[in-house]
């Protein structure tokens, strides 16, 4: 068997993630018929069937879905292949740190007049983008707090917190020391589920946060929603409408620095070195993070 191109991928993914051959010949910008011939040369090529073919729609087969999984790793890594290399020919050369603000615990100021390798340029985006932004070669590295998809990707644990939940200050919990997760039946998180869940729901492939953090923080003070925040970043938005409150039976968060496995950068490498210090420094002489409003 003849090695796969990227060509017969692409099409192929777009064919699975449409679920239909006339829409993905449109994403794709080409006809329908050679994109079907495509197909079938590669189920040809590979000696088994990827779809399930009918009148009204396309379905995977188990063939397919492994596939489809295993595909779109190898277009990222692709991808990531030559964005890096792009950027390692660049005459200005710079780390890429992906993170989303506010979400760094106060080390990212220290972390960055420590490093001595190399300018680092701050890749800002949404809660899930960091480990995408990894993937596609547009961050060498990054902050972010577990838990995250692992896969691909290699990290270390810089610091470990309580994660509390935010609520009105008005709210009747407001008035307890500590709150269990079932007395939060009724309340919905962010994303419209239920607070008493603990945020342990599955987040749909390509999910985003509606709200950016302002919102979040509006929407909790007038009792629209609940909020699980790290104790880091609690202490850094004191509200005298909100009231931060212990949880039992929630896991911690723990903000990390990760990096994709593949990578053999000396700077990512010192980078890593650098945070660990820092968080280490910053651990041994932290106070406690006040939760009453």
């Given at each position: 068997?003849?090695?796969?191109?990227?060509?017969?991928?692409?099409?192929?993914?777009?064919?699975?993630?449409?679920r239909h051959f006339g829409r993905a010949a449109e994403r794709l910008g080409i006809a329908q018929p050679p994109l079907s011939r495509a197909i079938r040369d590669l189920e040809r090529q590979l000696g088994v069937q990827l779809l399930i073919r009918t009148t009204r729609q396309v379905a995977l087969t188990p063939a397919g879905e492994t596939l489809l999984a295993d595909a779109r790793i190898a277009l990222d890594a692709v991808a990531a292949a030559a964005t890096r290399a792009r950027r390692a020919g660049s005459p200005e050369r710079k780390?890429?740190?992906?993170?989303?603000?506010?979400?760094?615990?106060?080390?990212?100021p220290k972390i960055l007049d420590a490093y001595p390798v190399m300018p680092v340029e701050l890749l800002?985006?949404?809660?899930?983008?960091?480990?995408?932004?990894?993937?596609?070669?547009?961050?060498?590295?990054?902050?972010?707090?577990?838990?995250?998809?692992?896969?691909?990707l290699d990290y270390e644990p810089l610091l470990t917190g309580p994660r509390l939940?935010?609520?009105?200050?008005?709210?009747?919990?407001?008035?307890?020391t500590t709150i269990r997760l079932k007395d939060l039946a009724g309340r919905k998180l962010p994303d419209g589920t239920a607070a008493e869940l603990g945020?342990?729901?599955?987040?749909?492939?390509?999910?985003?946060?509606?709200?950016?953090?302002?919102?979040?923080?509006?929407?909790?003070?007038?009792?629209?929603?609940?909020?699980?925040?790290?104790?880091?970043?609690?202490?850094?938005?004191?509200?005298p409408n909100i009231a931060y409150r212990p949880v039992e039976g929630i896991e911690p968060t723990t903000l990390a620095v990760a990096w994709p496995s593949e990578s053999r950068s000396p700077a990512v490498a010192a980078f890593v070195r650098t945070a660990k210090a820092v968080a280490e420094a910053a651990t041994s002489v932290a106070e406690p993070t006040p939760i009453a409003t």
């Open positions: 068997m003849s090695d796969l191109e990227t060509r017969q991928l692409r099409y192929f993914v777009a064919v699975a993630e449409e780390l890429r740190l992906a993170l989303k603000a506010d979400y760094d615990a106060g080390l990212l800002l985006g949404g809660r899930d983008e960091q480990v995408p932004a990894l993937h596609d070669g547009r961050a060498d590295v990054a902050m972010l707090p577990t838990p995250f998809d692992e896969r691909g939940v935010a609520l009105a200050a008005n709210d009747p919990l407001a008035a307890r945020g342990t729901e599955p987040r749909p492939p390509g999910h985003r946060a509606s709200f950016d953090l302002s919102q979040i923080f509006n929407l909790v003070e007038v009792g629209s929603i609940v909020w699980f925040l790290p104790d880091f970043l609690a202490g850094r938005f004191p509200r």
